[in-house]
Protein backbone atom coordinates (compact mmCIF):
# COMPACT_ATOMS: atom_id res chain seq x y z
CA UNK A 1 0.00 0.00 0.00
CA UNK A 2 1.16 3.32 -0.67
CA UNK A 3 1.75 6.12 2.08
CA UNK A 4 2.80 9.89 2.14
CA UNK A 5 3.33 11.47 5.02
CA UNK A 6 3.67 15.32 5.47
CA UNK A 7 4.80 15.44 9.66
CA UNK A 8 4.49 19.30 10.00
CA UNK A 9 0.90 21.17 10.00
CA UNK A 10 2.30 24.23 9.79
CA UNK A 11 5.58 26.48 9.87
CA UNK A 12 6.51 30.40 10.07
CA UNK A 13 9.28 31.39 8.27
CA UNK A 14 11.08 34.39 7.99
CA UNK A 15 10.51 36.50 4.53
CA UNK A 16 14.03 35.44 2.54
CA UNK A 17 15.26 32.23 4.20
CA UNK A 18 15.20 29.19 2.90
CA UNK A 19 12.26 26.60 3.89
CA UNK A 20 12.19 22.91 3.72
CA UNK A 21 9.21 20.86 3.33
CA UNK A 22 9.32 17.42 4.74
CA UNK A 23 7.40 14.72 3.36
CA UNK A 24 7.94 10.54 3.57
CA UNK A 25 6.30 7.92 1.77
CA UNK A 26 6.20 4.24 1.57
CA UNK A 27 5.72 2.55 -1.19
CA UNK A 28 6.43 -1.38 -2.42
CA UNK A 29 6.32 -0.53 -5.98
CA UNK A 30 9.63 -0.35 -8.08
CA UNK A 31 8.54 2.68 -10.19
CA UNK A 32 6.90 6.10 -8.56
CA UNK A 33 6.78 9.36 -8.72
CA UNK A 34 6.70 12.05 -6.13
CA UNK A 35 5.13 15.67 -6.33
CA UNK A 36 4.58 18.63 -5.08
CA UNK A 37 1.94 21.10 -5.26
CA UNK A 38 0.88 24.71 -4.20
CA UNK A 39 -2.41 25.66 -2.99
CA UNK A 40 -2.78 29.23 -2.10
CA UNK A 41 -6.55 30.42 -0.18
CA UNK A 42 -8.55 30.44 -3.86
CA UNK A 43 -8.09 26.15 -3.96
CA UNK A 44 -6.79 25.67 -7.22
CA UNK A 45 -3.78 23.36 -6.90
CA UNK A 46 -1.21 24.67 -8.61
CA UNK A 47 2.41 22.28 -9.31
CA UNK A 48 5.36 22.86 -8.42
CA UNK A 49 7.85 20.14 -9.07
CA UNK A 50 8.22 16.26 -9.87
CA UNK A 51 10.94 13.71 -8.92
CA UNK A 52 11.04 9.76 -10.56
CA UNK A 53 12.17 7.43 -8.69
CA UNK A 54 14.93 6.28 -11.19
CA UNK A 55 15.91 9.90 -11.98
CA UNK A 56 19.43 10.12 -10.68
CA UNK A 57 19.42 13.75 -9.64
CA UNK A 58 17.45 15.74 -7.69
CA UNK A 59 14.92 17.75 -9.46
CA UNK A 60 14.66 21.54 -9.39
CA UNK A 61 12.67 24.16 -11.02
CA UNK A 62 13.58 27.92 -9.93
CA UNK A 63 13.50 28.04 -6.46
CA UNK A 64 12.15 25.12 -5.80
CA UNK A 65 14.46 21.98 -5.25
CA UNK A 66 13.56 18.17 -4.08
CA UNK A 67 15.62 16.74 -2.04
CA UNK A 68 15.13 13.29 -2.83
CA UNK A 69 16.91 10.34 -0.25
CA UNK A 70 15.19 7.16 -1.71
CA UNK A 71 16.85 5.22 0.91
CA UNK A 72 15.11 6.89 3.31
CA UNK A 73 12.11 7.21 1.83
CA UNK A 74 12.19 11.08 1.58
CA UNK A 75 11.30 13.92 -1.23
CA UNK A 76 11.51 17.34 1.08
CA UNK A 77 10.72 19.98 -0.57
CA UNK A 78 13.22 23.01 -0.34
CA UNK A 79 12.11 26.59 -1.07
CA UNK A 80 15.54 28.98 -1.44
CA UNK A 81 14.92 33.07 -0.65
CA UNK A 82 10.90 32.40 0.30
CA UNK A 83 8.78 35.25 -0.37
CA UNK A 84 5.65 36.41 0.90
CA UNK A 85 3.72 34.65 -1.80
CA UNK A 86 4.80 31.48 -0.79
CA UNK A 87 2.48 31.39 1.72
CA UNK A 88 -0.18 28.69 0.76
CA UNK A 89 -0.52 24.93 1.72
CA UNK A 90 2.27 22.40 0.36
CA UNK A 91 0.96 18.83 -0.75
CA UNK A 92 3.38 15.85 -1.34
CA UNK A 93 1.82 13.55 -3.61
CA UNK A 94 2.94 9.77 -5.28
CA UNK A 95 2.01 7.96 -7.91
CA UNK A 96 2.43 4.23 -7.73
CA UNK A 97 2.52 1.76 -10.94
CA UNK A 98 -1.00 1.79 -11.08
CA UNK A 99 -1.41 5.20 -11.56
CA UNK A 100 -2.79 5.76 -8.25
CA UNK A 101 -1.85 9.34 -7.34
CA UNK A 102 -2.21 9.91 -3.38
CA UNK A 103 -1.34 13.04 -1.27
CA UNK A 104 -0.58 13.97 2.03
CA UNK A 105 -2.32 15.77 4.96
CA UNK A 106 -0.26 18.88 3.60
CA UNK A 107 1.71 21.54 5.47
CA UNK A 108 0.45 25.54 6.00
CA UNK A 109 3.11 28.13 4.89
CA UNK A 110 3.47 31.41 6.12
CA UNK A 111 5.95 33.74 5.53
CA UNK A 112 6.58 36.69 7.77
CA UNK A 113 7.71 40.27 6.37
CA UNK B 1 -3.32 22.95 -25.68
CA UNK B 2 -4.79 21.21 -22.63
CA UNK B 3 -7.62 22.81 -20.58
CA UNK B 4 -9.91 20.93 -17.83
CA UNK B 5 -13.24 22.02 -17.02
CA UNK B 6 -14.99 21.15 -14.05
CA UNK B 7 -18.21 22.62 -12.93
CA UNK B 8 -20.06 24.18 -11.18
CA UNK B 9 -18.12 25.88 -8.98
CA UNK B 10 -19.97 26.48 -6.09
CA UNK B 11 -23.33 24.40 -4.77
CA UNK B 12 -25.32 24.16 -2.01
CA UNK B 13 -27.68 21.08 -1.81
CA UNK B 14 -30.19 19.81 0.84
CA UNK B 15 -29.53 16.27 2.78
CA UNK B 16 -30.78 13.54 0.98
CA UNK B 17 -30.82 15.29 -2.47
CA UNK B 18 -28.94 13.70 -5.66
CA UNK B 19 -25.97 14.88 -6.53
CA UNK B 20 -24.05 15.20 -10.18
CA UNK B 21 -20.17 17.07 -10.50
CA UNK B 22 -18.99 16.53 -13.95
CA UNK B 23 -15.64 17.22 -15.37
CA UNK B 24 -14.29 17.41 -19.23
CA UNK B 25 -10.78 17.59 -20.30
CA UNK B 26 -10.08 18.90 -23.63
CA UNK B 27 -6.82 18.76 -26.13
CA UNK B 28 -5.40 15.20 -25.03
CA UNK B 29 -6.96 11.83 -25.64
CA UNK B 30 -6.84 8.61 -22.77
CA UNK B 31 -6.00 10.70 -19.72
CA UNK B 32 -6.35 9.27 -16.45
CA UNK B 33 -8.89 11.09 -14.18
CA UNK B 34 -9.24 11.73 -10.45
CA UNK B 35 -11.60 12.65 -8.33
CA UNK B 36 -10.03 14.15 -4.69
CA UNK B 37 -12.64 15.52 -1.75
CA UNK B 38 -10.79 18.27 0.44
CA UNK B 39 -12.42 19.09 3.79
CA UNK B 40 -11.79 22.49 5.27
CA UNK B 41 -8.13 23.18 6.02
CA UNK B 42 -7.39 19.35 5.42
CA UNK B 43 -5.42 17.35 2.48
CA UNK B 44 -6.78 15.57 -0.22
CA UNK B 45 -8.60 12.36 -0.20
CA UNK B 46 -8.69 10.08 -3.76
CA UNK B 47 -12.36 9.35 -3.68
CA UNK B 48 -12.05 7.42 -7.69
CA UNK B 49 -9.68 7.34 -10.51
CA UNK B 50 -10.01 5.70 -13.94
CA UNK B 51 -7.20 4.90 -16.61
CA UNK B 52 -10.18 4.46 -19.35
CA UNK B 53 -13.54 4.54 -20.15
CA UNK B 54 -15.32 2.60 -18.20
CA UNK B 55 -12.50 1.64 -15.61
CA UNK B 56 -13.08 2.94 -12.54
CA UNK B 57 -11.27 2.54 -9.25
CA UNK B 58 -12.80 3.24 -6.11
CA UNK B 59 -10.78 4.21 -3.24
CA UNK B 60 -13.13 4.96 -0.37
CA UNK B 61 -16.09 2.65 0.45
CA UNK B 62 -19.10 5.52 0.36
CA UNK B 63 -22.24 7.04 -0.99
CA UNK B 64 -20.59 8.33 -3.88
CA UNK B 65 -20.04 7.11 -7.26
CA UNK B 66 -18.14 8.01 -10.52
CA UNK B 67 -18.03 6.86 -14.44
CA UNK B 68 -16.56 7.45 -17.27
CA UNK B 69 -19.27 7.75 -20.33
CA UNK B 70 -16.33 8.96 -22.42
CA UNK B 71 -12.76 9.21 -22.56
CA UNK B 72 -12.47 13.07 -21.51
CA UNK B 73 -15.51 13.01 -19.11
CA UNK B 74 -15.24 11.84 -15.53
CA UNK B 75 -18.44 12.45 -13.68
CA UNK B 76 -18.62 12.45 -10.04
CA UNK B 77 -22.18 11.39 -8.46
CA UNK B 78 -24.76 10.65 -5.40
CA UNK B 79 -27.80 9.09 -4.57
CA UNK B 80 -28.57 11.20 -1.34
CA UNK B 81 -26.20 13.24 0.08
CA UNK B 82 -25.16 13.52 3.77
CA UNK B 83 -23.87 16.04 5.47
CA UNK B 84 -20.63 14.52 5.70
CA UNK B 85 -20.27 14.94 1.84
CA UNK B 86 -19.64 18.43 2.21
CA UNK B 87 -16.50 20.11 0.98
CA UNK B 88 -14.07 21.05 -1.89
CA UNK B 89 -14.21 18.42 -4.55
CA UNK B 90 -11.69 18.68 -7.30
CA UNK B 91 -11.30 16.63 -10.76
CA UNK B 92 -7.59 16.24 -12.35
CA UNK B 93 -6.20 14.51 -15.22
CA UNK B 94 -2.69 13.40 -16.19
CA UNK B 95 -1.05 11.38 -18.48
CA UNK B 96 0.55 8.21 -18.11
CA UNK B 97 0.09 9.00 -14.30
CA UNK B 98 2.60 11.58 -14.43
CA UNK B 99 1.91 15.86 -13.19
CA UNK B 100 -1.26 15.91 -12.76
CA UNK B 101 -3.66 19.19 -14.01
CA UNK B 102 -6.36 20.25 -11.60
CA UNK B 103 -9.85 21.65 -12.34
CA UNK B 104 -10.98 24.70 -10.36
CA UNK B 105 -13.14 22.98 -7.95
CA UNK B 106 -16.44 22.56 -6.78
CA UNK B 107 -17.34 23.71 -3.07
CA UNK B 108 -20.25 21.80 -2.09
CA UNK B 109 -22.74 22.08 0.96
CA UNK B 110 -24.72 19.88 2.44
CA UNK B 111 -27.49 21.43 4.45
Known amino acids: AQKITQTQPGMFVQEKEAVTLDCTYDTSDPSYGLFWYKQPSSGEMIFLIYQGSYDQQNATEGRYSLNFQKARKSANLVISASQLGDSAMYFCAMRGEDDKIIFGKGTRLHILP | SQTIHQWPATLVQPVGSPLSLECTVEGTSNPNLYWYRQAAGRGLQLLFYSVGIGQISSEVPQNLSASRPQDRQFILSSKKLLLSDSGFYLC??????????FGAGTRLSVL
Open chain 2, 92 to 101: AWSVGGNIQY
